[in-house]
Nanobody
Framework: QVQLVESGGGLVQAGGSLRVSCVASGRTFSRYVMGWFRQAPGKEREFVAAINWSGVAASYADSVNGRFIIIRDNTKNTVYLQMNSLKPEDTAVYYC?????????????????WGQGTQVTVSS
């Protein structure tokens, strides 16, 4: 069982930056692929970024590629999402997720564990 707790959300102006964090419980964090998803009001949950167990390989949604960076620190059981050049359309609840496996996946249904989410609001 893995428990995920996100933090770091908040209100930021367009063009600004924000970093959200996700801390995982358990001693096997390094075995898990970690992903970030987001859900805006009235929209479906969508993939944002994912990173493999070692942190070497990462995947990004086209909408955030070049602006967001996903990083993990296995010594701290933590995965981060550094968000730069934020836009109002990035406003959403951001969720981290985990799945035991070697390869980062963009598919929400493949993740076994989810956090409670953290709100990110970008004002124009």
């Amino acid at each position: 069982q893995v428990q995920l707790v996100e933090s770091g959300g908040g209100l930021v102006q367009a063009g600004g930056s924000l970093r959200v964090s996700c801390v995982a419980s358990g001693r096997t964090f390094s075995r898990y692929v970690m992903g970030w998803f987001r859900q805006a009001p009235g929209k479906e949950r969508e993939f944002v970024a994912a990173i493999n167990w070692s942190g070497v390989a990462a995947s990004y949604a086209d909408s955030v590629n070049g602006r967001f960076i996903i990083i993990r620190d296995n010594t701290k059981n933590t995965v981060y999402l550094q968000m730069n050049s934020l836009k109002p359309e990035d406003t959403a609840v951001y969720y981290c997720a985990a799945v035991n496996g070697p390869t980062a996946t963009t598919v929400a249904g493949r993740y076994d564990y989810w956090g409670q989410g953290t709100q990110v609001t970008v004002s124009s």
